[in-house]
């Protein structure tokens, strides 16, 4: 079993940034791969970024490309999205999640957070 928090979220205006942060429970948190997720008013829930087991592969959609940077530090049982040039359409709730196998873009993974809410003024 995998509890997963995030945290960081917040209000921010256009332009400014904001490092999202989830923490794991237990020791073997080195075995999940781990992603974000974002869910906006009236919106499916998409792909964010992800990560492999070991932080050595990165993945990032292309919406967030060149803007966020997803990383993990397996000791701390952390995972980190860090958000820069924000955009008002960046406004959702971001999920972390994780699965013991690769990671994947569609929402097929073992464990949820609880969601953090990111929003953008104009």
């Known amino acids: 079993q995998v509890q997963l928090v995030e945290s960081g979220g917040g209000l921010v205006q256009a332009g400014g940034s904001l490092r999202l942060s989830c923490a794991a429970s237990?020791?073997?948190?080195?075995?999940?791969?781990m992603s974000w997720f974002r869910q906006a008013p009236g919106k499916e829930r998409e792909f964010v970024a992800g990560?492999?087991?070991?932080?050595?592969?990165?993945y990032y959609a292309d919406s967030v490309k060149g803007r966020f940077t997803i990383s993990r530090d397996n000791a701390k049982n952390a995972m980190y999205l860090q958000m820069n040039k924000l955009k008002p359409e960046d406004t959702a709730v971001y999920y972390c999640?994780?699965?013991?196998?690769?990671?994947?873009?569609?929402?097929?993974?073992?464990?949820w957070g609880q969601g953090t809410q990111v929003t953008v003024s104009s």
């Open positions: 999640a994780a699965k013991r196998d690769l990671v994947g873009t569609s929402p097929l993974y073992n464990y």
């Open positions: 237990g020791r073997t948190f080195s075995s999940y791969a």
């Open positions: 990560i492999s087991k070991s932080g050595d592969s990165t």
